[in-house]
């Protein structure tokens, strides 16, 4: 399989602090991932593309110092989400390729709630 | 990056018939892929087609592909109270500095009746 999870699957927490997602892959190395958003009843919106050992590729319109990424290992990368506003409140969701591979696999995606 | 487009945006349809998604984007690709998303949860890949096929089965689900008019299009055939969820076609471009970036289209919502 390719499994990947994340964690917390879902956290409240209140204006003006920060939430750090982790994003794993299980069994397998993940050469790059993503950070994706989700609103409700809409599609996904890539925020920012990983690759192991070197910075985030952040897509237009995503602010990088609000959104820190850190690709630490081949297995590892977590989104944190700074000094939040309700506006974040979103669905986060991650995804891995295999080196090689297009297909991404995803993680079961975490809730986040600022209020 | 710019989103493709899904028709329709919701299906419904009774167990046992088939459902036909489409899809349609708008640059030249690499790879169109499928995947499916239950209510709050992640995305499970269902199928990738290459823009060199023109069609590719997996079980129960058919897949083509009409790279003359950005198109795809997924069949879902006998279908089930469980395949009722969102799915999505995504876009790669498979070369570049975003060669693994896929971009999603707006989702069709299937609902099946048993």
């Known amino acids: 399989g390719a499994v990947v999870s994340q964690h917390p699957s879902w956290v409240i927490c209140k204006s003006g602090t920060s939430v750090k997602i982790e994003c794993r892959s299980l069994d397998f190395q993940a050469t790059t991932m993503f950070w994706y958003r989700q609103f409700p009843k809409q599609s996904l919106m890539l925020m920012a593309t990983s690759n192991e050992g070197s910075k985030a590729t952040y897509e237009q319109g995503v602010e990088k110092d609000k959104f820190l990424i850190n690709h630490a290992s081949l297995t590892l990368s977590t989104l944190t989400v700074t000094s939040a506003h309700p506006e974040d409140s979103s669905f986060y969701i991650c995804?891995?390729?295999?080196?090689?591979?297009?297909?991404?696999?995803f993680g079961p995606g975490t809730r986040l709630t600022v209020t | 990056s710019q989103q493709g487009e899904e028709d329709p945006q919701a299906l419904s349809i009774q167990e046992g018939e088939n459902a036909t998604m489409n899809c349609s984007y708008k640059?030249?690709?690499?790879?169109l892929q499928w995947y499916r998303q239950n209510s709050g949860r992640g995305l499970v890949h269902l199928i990738l087609?290459?823009?060199?096929?023109r069609e590719k089965h997996s079980g129960r689900l058919r897949v083509t592909l009409d790279t003359s008019k950005k198109s795809s299009s997924l069949l879902i055939t006998a279908s089930r109270a469980a395949d009722t969820a969102s799915y999505f076609c995504?876009?790669?471009?498979?070369?570049?500095?975003?060669?693994?970036?896929?971009?999603f289209g707006k989702g069709t919502k299937l609902s099946v009746i048993p």
């Open positions: 087609i290459r823009s060199n096929e």
């Open positions: 640059t030249s690709i690499n790879n």
């Open positions: 995804s891995a390729n295999r080196r090689g591979s297009y297909e991404q696999y």
């Open positions: 995504a876009s790669g471009l498979g070369s570049g500095a975003g060669s693994y970036q896929l971009t």
